[in-house]
Every structure is written in structure tokens, then in C-alpha cells.
């Protein structure tokens, strides 16, 4: 079935620096990738969608130059918390869809929990 | 429909006994939903999904059943299982847009 890597798995930064994280589709081409946020006891809530070679568009909130999101092949987008403070911590999960996906139309990584200290 | 800032329901379940986990949307424009189930410290995994031109979904052990009139969805659990223990969401797209928006999620605990 189609297989979304996520790296790392865990990271601690210092406030004030930088972490990308990177979203992998191992065995189909994401045309379209979404990164959520999920903060402890909370559903996941959707930051961004990117296409393949265009612009991220942000969910209403999300600030645009503090999460970089670049999805410039069909098989990696990442995402860059840039200047991160310790209420960026929380844990990140990409999704990828494409054509040939399984079932529900959706694969998602195993999420980056992120600590800013 | 999203949530922000709610913390989990949860629901507790004899092993053997079968669960019900509801969730509410809010945009009457939804036209496909996913259950997921999201163990700790990992990411969702796909359960069961039903398009809105459907009222019950079946799959092993799991039924969805939609209600368009009240904007509801059911998550049926039959003869859970220790394995079951999770925290379940539910998530829709809108007619027309290919995002994936979660609703609140439970957290289903079964006892032995």
C-alpha cells in the first residue's frame, strides 16, 4: 500500500532556530501534500496545502513566513519552523495524496514531535 | 467539522461489548468521510470512509452510518478488543476541495 515517510521522528531545538521537517511518498506521486498540527488531548488541525511545484496555501492563522512549506518534487515536501519558540512545540503530521493512493485517498506519516526549549 | 482548542470526549468499553463514538459536522456541503483510528505518538490510520450519498458503511468488526438530515456520524465497534484503545476521528472534505478537515476526536479506552 502507499507508504508515507515522515523524518525525524522527534527533534529538540533551541528557541530561536530553525527544524525542517521532511515528508516522504515512497511508492506513489503526491500531488498534493497537507501538514496539520496536533497539540496534546487536540485533533489535528490542517496549517497548509501544497501542490507539487506551486505555493502552499496557509489555513487562516498559520503564518506563512514562519512555516515554510516547499513541495518541489512529487515525492518530498517539507516544512520549515523557522525562529521556533517553545508554543511551536507540538507534533507535526504530513499527508500525501496522489493518484494510485489506497484507501480513503489519504496517507499519513508518523508525525515529528517537536520540542522548542 | 474542526475543532480548536476542545480536549477529548472519551469512552470507556467492556472487552467484548460494542462501542459507538459519534462525531457532528457542521457544513452541509461535506460530501465524503473518513474514520481514523491514531494510536500514541503516531499518525492517523485509515478505519472506514462513506461518501454522502450513502447511509451505512460496512467494513470488518466497524460500521459508519451518516446522517445528512442532522449532520451525524457513527463510528461502530463490534466485539472490541484491548487492541482497540485509541483515540478516533473523524474527518471530512468539502464539495470541491480535496483538504481533509478533522472533527474532535474521542479517546476509547477498552477494560479487560
Known amino acids: 500500500g502507499a507508504v508515507v515517510s515522515q523524518h525525524p521522528s522527534r527533534v529538540i531545538c533551541k528557541s530561536g532556530t530553525s527544524v525542517k521537517i521532511e515528508c516522504r511518498s515512497l511508492d506513489f506521486q503526491a500531488t498534493t501534500m497537507f501538514w496539520y498540527r496536533q497539540f496534546p488531548k487536540q485533533s489535528l488541525m490542517l496549517m497548509a496545502t501544497s501542490n507539487e511545484g506551486s505555493k502552499a496555501t496557509y489555513e487562516q492563522g498559520v503564518e506563512k513566513d514562519k512555516f515554510l512549506i516547499n513541495h518541489a518534487s512529487l515525492t518530498l515536501s517539507t516544512l520549515t519552523v523557522t525562529s521556533a519558540h517553545p508554543e511551536d512545540s507540538s507534533f507535526y503530521i504530513c499527508s500525501a495524496t496522489g493518484p ?6 489519504y496517507t499519513f506519516g508518523s508525525g515529528t514531535r517537536l520540542t522548542v526549549v | 467539522g474542526e475543532s480548536v482548542g476542545l480536549h477529548l470526549p472519551t469512552l470507556s468499553v467492556q472487552e467484548g461489548d460494542n462501542s459507538i463514538i459519534n462525531c457532528a459536522y457542521s457544513n452541509s456541503a461535506s460530501d465524503y468521510f ?4 491514531q494510536e500514541s505518538g503516531k499518525g492517523p490510520q485509515f478505519i472506514i470512509d462513506i461518501r454522502s450519498n450513502m447511509d451505512k458503511r460496512q467494513g470488518q468488526r466497524v460500521t459508519v452510518l451518516l446522517n445528512k438530515t442532522v449532520k451525524h456520524l457513527s463510528l461502530q465497534i463490534a466485539a472490541t478488543q484491548p487492541g482497540d484503545s485509541a483515540v478516533y476521528f473523524c474527518a471530512e472534505t468539502i464539495q470541491g476541495a480535496q483538504k481533509l478537515v478533522f472533527g474532535q476526536g474521542t479517546r476509547l479506552t477498552i477494560n479487560p
Open chain 2, 34 to 37: 473518513i474514520w481514523y483510528k
Open chain 1, 100 to 105: 494510485g493512493q489506497g484507501r480513503g485517498g
